[in-house]
C-alpha cells in the first residue's frame, strides 16, 4: 500500500513532491487549481516536467489529482454542467501532464431527488471529458449519501460508470469514512471482507483504483460526510488498521485527507504506517480469512 497524504501545490507544482517527502508519504493527492474557484491555474510543459523530475528523484510513487467541490456533473443547471465539464477536463490534462494515477472526482448530487436522471445527466458530462482528454484514469469515489451526493451505493457507481460509457479510464476511489457513513460496517475485518465481497459482485474490484483513509465522527449508516483524526472517530484505531491491512489494497495509493492542524502532517502519516502494521501483525496472528476472487466484471 502506498500511504500518502493531500498535500498543497501552493507555489509549483513540484513543492507538492516536497511537501510529500516531508511528511514521509509514499503518495500525494493535490487540487490542480484552487477549490473555492472556478477558473484554473495555467501551468506549463515546464511545469510538468519539473514535477516529473522531482518525483521521480522522491520516494514518492503516486499522484491523485482531487478535482475540485465545486463540480457538479449531475446539475440541472446547463452552465453547472458545461463549467462541470470544463474543469473536469483541465484536470484530466493536467494528471496527463504530471504523470497522475487518477483524478479523483466527487460525481455530483441530485438535489431534487431523481437520481436515475441525475445519474444520466453526470454520465453525459463525465463521457465528454473522457473523450475531450487522454491517458490520465478518472476514479469516481463513494460518497457518503447526504444532500442527494451520487455514489452512495456499489449500485449507483456501477450505474455512473455505465452512464459514462464504462471507459476503461473509469475507476473507483474508496473512502472509509463515506463507506461507514452510508452503512458499510468496515470496522471489522469480517464487515471489510463482506462490503469487498459486495462491491466485487457489483462493480467488480478491478475497477478499484486508490483510496481515502478518513476516520468517521458520525455512526454507521449516518449519510454525513464528517472526517475525524485518524483512530479518534467510530472507526477508531482498529477499524483504521483493518482498512490499512486489507490485502486486496496492497499496491493502492491511499491518501490521508485530514490532520491535526487540517492538512494531514509528518505525524499523522506515520500513524498510518503504524496502523498498517499493527494490522498486519495481527492478520498473520489470527490467520487470513478467505478472500473472494476478483469477478471479471
Not at 495555467?42 to 503516486?62: G, T
Request: proline share 3%; hydrophobic share 35%; net charge positive.
Amino acid at each position: 500500500m502506498l500511504i500518502g497524504a493531500h498535500v498543497s501545490p501552493s507555489g509549483g507544482l513540484a513543492k507538492a513532491i516536497e511537501r510529500g517527502v516531508e511528511r514521509g508519504a509514499d503518495a500525494i493527492q493535490i487540487f490542480n487549481q484552487s477549490p473555492r474557484m472556478w477558473r484554473p491555474t495555467a501551468y506549463s510543459e515546464d511545469d510538468f516536467a519539473a514535477f516529473r523530475q522531482a518525483m521521480d528523484s522522491s520516494r514518492i510513487n503516486a499522484v491523485l489529482i482531487h478535482a475540485v467541490y465545486l463540480l457538479n456533473c449531475a446539475s440541472e443547471d446547463r452552465q453547472i454542467r458545461d463549467k462541470s465539464r470544463r474543469s473536469l477536463i483541465q484536470s484530466l490534462r493536467v494528471g496527463a501532464g504530471i504523470g497522475a494515477a487518477g483524478v479523483v472526482l466527487h460525481p455530483g448530487s441530485a438535489k431534487k431527488g431523481d437520481v436515475p436522471r441525475a445519474i444520466k445527466r453526470a454520465g453525459t458530462v463525465i463521457r465528454q471529458a473522457l473523450s475531450e482528454s487522454e491517458r490520465c484514469e478518472l476514479h469516481l469515489e463513494d460518497t457518503a449519501g447526504a444532500g442527494g451526493t451520487l455514489g452512495r451505493s456499489f449500485e449507483e457507481l456501477t450505474d455512473l460508470f455505465e452512464a459514462a460509457g464504462g471507459d476503461g479510464r473509469l475507476g473507483m476511489c474508496l473512502d472509509s469514512c463515506h463507506l461507514y457513513a452510508s452503512g458499510y460496517d468496515i470496522s471489522t475485518r469480517q464487515g471489510l471482507q463482506q462490503t469487498l465481497e459486495h462491491c466485487d459482485r457489483v462493480v467488480g474490484l478491478k475497477r478499484l483504483r486508490s483510496l481515502h483513509l478518513n476516520d468517521s465522527t458520525t455512526k454507521l449508516g449516518s449519510n454525513r460526510d464528517r472526517h475525524a483524526l485518524l483512530g479518534e472517530g467510530e472507526l477508531g484505531d482498529s477499524g483504521c488498521a483493518v482498512f490499512l491491512s486489507e490485502p486486496l489494497f496492497d499496491r493502492l495509493p491511499c491518501v490521508l485527507e485530514t490532520g491535526e492542524e487540517g492538512a494531514p502532517s509528518a505525524a499523522d502519516v506515520a500513524k498510518a504506517f503504524n496502523l498498517r502494521k499493527r494490522g498486519v501483525a495481527q492478520r498473520k496472528r489470527t490467520g487470513r480469512s478467505k478472500r473472494p476472487a476478483r469477478s471479471k466484471k
